[in-house]
């Protein structure tokens, strides 16, 4: 499937209708309030989430103002007990959803920099706190025929071929096997080696390698969860997308690309028709890349 000259979702090809919910993560600006937006305008109920409700909210009713159907609630996808209270508001005042997009995350590092003094709150973060949220929101997601989505922001940063240890490889070269419990160890592992001090020349990411390390566990635990959700016949599809280089705050306004152009692409990774949906795929941009190979 060419992705790349897949026609932009419209009303006419739709499988959507107002009644369809995505939930946007940390979308009170960047390429999740882009998201937010796009998703909006193509008519569908969007719960824009972020950790700050003063913020969230100003962002959703700029939103609003422009004829969107757009919620707010607070979450902060790295506590429990906010993801907790947020899937119980979702189940009861929503109902439940179609789409979940995890956008939230963090990195404290400058472009040229590569410190890991905040590597546990980047990981519990853009690692942790997805697999939290994903997992809290599963049984909310009403199987539709069109078939319930995720799509992760992530990074080619978490690529295998970003990775130099061959057991690291290897372990997570065999998706057949890998386990969650597996990803969840490699993680610890790294912050443990962040804590005393042991790191670097394990064969981690060398780029951004906190970031790196959360994206790459957030990808692996992606196609193990697809391949658990597949086995028992689930109807929802888990995918990541990498925007690229894209101008945020992140990057301190550096990049390639607008949060708009980049949220132009996810949303059409996450409108897919039903027939053309994969599950378990990595997307650079608009390529499907094969995670495993790289």
């Not at 993801?83 to 590092?109: K, P």
Request: hydrophobic share 45%; glycine share 8%; charged share 25%.
């Amino acid at each position: 499937m060419d992705y790349s000259s897949s026609k932009e979702p419209s009303s006419a090809r739709a499988w959507w209708t107002r009644e369809t919910v995505a939930v946007v993560t940390g979308a009170n600006r960047g390429i999740g309030l882009a998201l937010a937006a796009r998703l909006g305008e193509h008519g569908i109920t969007v719960v824009l989430t972020a950790r700050d409700a003063e913020r969230g909210e100003a962002a959703a009713a700029a939103l609003r103002a422009r004829g969107l159907h757009v919620v707010f609630h607070r979450l902060d996808v790295a506590d429990p007990a906010s993801v907790q209270a947020f899937a119980a508001w979702l189940r009861d005042a929503i109902g439940g959803l179609d789409i979940l997009v995890n956008n939230a995350a963090v990195s404290f590092n400058e472009i040229d920099t590569n410190s890991v003094e905040h590597a546990e709150t980047v990981l519990r973060t853009n690692f942790y706190g997805a697999k939290m949220l994903t997992e809290a929101l599963l049984p909310l997601f009403r199987r539709s025929p069109a078939t319930s989505r995720i799509l992760n922001i992530s990074s080619q940063l978490g690529l295998l071929n970003k990775v130099s240890d061959p057991e690291l490889k290897r372990l997570l070269q065999d998706e057949e096997r890998l386990t969650e419990a597996e990803v969840e160890g490699m993680a610890s592992r790294f912050l443990a080696q962040v804590k005393d001090g042991t790191w670097r020349g394990q064969g981690w990411p060398k780029v951004w390698t906190d970031y790196s390390v959360s994206k790459l566990a957030l990808n692996a635990y992606a196609r193990v969860l697809a391949r658990r959700l597949q086995a028992r016949g689930d109807r929802v599809s888990v995918n990541c997308f990498c925007p690229g280089f894209t101008r945020t705050d992140m990057t301190r306004g550096w990049g390639k690309r607008t949060a708009e152009e980049a949220a132009e692409i996810g949303a059409r990774l996450a409108l897919l028709p039903p027939g053309e949906l994969p599950t378990g795929t990595f997307f650079k941009w608009c390529t499907p890349q094969l995670y495993s190979k790289l």
